[in-house]
């Protein structure tokens, strides 16, 4: 019998789960409790396409080398620097026997789990990629454990809007579960006009938020969040700088926010967030780019009794919530088009 | 006017708080609203010393060097590889007139804010320090701002005991809150044999809980920690080996924990908190050696639905609550008297 984790696909170091394993391997045959996937196209995750993309400059041809080295070294898409991968979408291939997914060959479906800990080959050196924007069309093979998060790709929307829209599902449903433990609270989404913080913003606002305000860094993002109508305020400021960012949100909301969410995928933003959120509050932190220490120390440094959560990408119904939200909401849609138009 | 929060002490990068500067300026007068304090002695933040020690391989001059160098160059000693501090002991020497702490010059005083963000200065090159050990004697003076945190030491407990109950007097604090929050939750606290985890376990049962395990990594970390009487169980597991620690807390439990507390100051103990909390459970991280990415994305990964929180360190009324535990809990008090003693 096969690890229901992966266990057994671990290389080195041996008895870690996957997502900590240095290497896996994703050759040999199908597990009786796992799934094969052919692999059609991989979205590397923003952290970890930003850090790639920098590094080389906007070279596109040595961001692909490089993304290529790490899936080859490693047997899968774990960015070494940033810790983190993203997720793909493909084709269901092969079934064990004994796999609880209830998936069918055939199924187009996306993984909802990390590629970081995701057995990957890739068969085509991503030939089909520029390496010049994080959703990278693949041909290889992918393995899905039985504990494995996967959703069924729906008929009714596009392939590229969906896997965007899975990609950052987490966020809204914690959003969600977070704002319905208050009643009425102010919100406050830090990167409200990116993909996930603009979900953040519409899950907020079913969930029964107050007022709300989504933070942008640049004038072109607030116009479009302005006009997607996610947010009651929309506010322009540096997330980095805590003292702006932590005006900026209580001169839209009236005072500090009840709940932040953190959705700007750069490091050093985690003070601001802290820093503008009212005592008795929350902060949910969703970027990759947040340092533990800086958040822990941040807070004990300000004297700040607030709630600080780890982003869990996984929040049973979280699928079905965030592709419900682009489908009722049409601000979410347009900006969510416009994303994976510009990728 | 000067800064409540320290900004006009930072010497670089201009416009963040103190707790990210690289360089605080810790010279100069006294604030109107900042307090001088004369120090005696700092408290290394664990994973911090570990980290210095473990790099010069023990050796306590090279140690001592380093963190003397440390804070000659950033004003204040906040170790550049783990992010983490520690706090100090001393005696107030003068406060400005608009300080709301409280103070008077003569008391007797343990900061509750990192030493990562609180600016000092040496004056006696740590010459009674052997390097060898986290309390460190020293001669020097601390700046505190309008909202720091500070604990006058009480007057039936000896300070060295004092400082190490209040160096991690958040962590039974946000312990007491979480556990409140269930009904008769069974509760896991890794490291639960150190100063932070025998308090948590204290916490935990004084605020409802139901049965508690208290997992060590060696033998002899074991008897102490049943010789305290502080859990129903003791459990030896090395919490870095997701599979081995999961089955442990469930040995011990007869299930996965309610609520998992993880005090131990090594990295890779994320996916072992993960895999050994039920769904619907709450993870409470406060080893500094947390991987913010590591968590949000094993917990993803293993598809668990556990609320993850950032330990932060202040809660209000967390001095009072851990040296009410050190008075009333002689398990607690015999554990930290022993580690004083041996540091």
Known sequence: MTSPVGLHRVL?????????????????????????????????????????????????????????????????????????????????????????????????????????????VVTDALAGWDGLGEQVPCAGYAVLFARSVVAVLPDDLDARLSLAVLDVCGAPALTARVVSGYVSPSVAVLGGGGKSGALALAAARRAGAGRTVGVVPVAAERDRLLAAGLASEVALADARDPVALAAAVSGALGGPADVTVVCVDVPGCEHGAIL??????????????????????????????VTMLVGNGYVPGHAELALDLVRSEPGVRALFQARVAAD
Do not use: C, Y
Request: hydrophobic fraction near 45%; glycine fraction near 12%; charged fraction near 20%.
């Open 12 to 120: 080195e170091p041996v008895g870690v789960l996957p997502q900590a394993a240095w290497r896996l391997d994703p050759a040999g045959p199908v597990g009786v409790d796992e799934v094969r996937i052919r692999v059609e196209r991989l979205n590397l995750d923003a952290a970890s396409f930003r850090q790639l993309s920098e590094k080389h400059g906007g070279d596109g041809a040595a961001v692909r080398a490089e993304v290529l080295e790490i899936i080859s070294s490693r047997g899968k898409m774990h960015n070494p620097v940033t810790g983190s991968g993203g997720m793909l979408i493909g084709v269901v291939d092969e079934v064990g026997p004994s796999s609880p997914l209830r998936l069918k060959p055939g199924d187009r479906v996306a993984t909802l789990v990390s590629l970081t800990l995701t057995p990957l």
């Open 276 to 305: 503008a959120t009212a005592d008795g509050g929350t902060v949910i932190f969703f970027s990759m780019a947040t340092s533990f220490a800086a958040a822990a120390l941040g807070a004990e440094g300000l004297a700040a009794d």
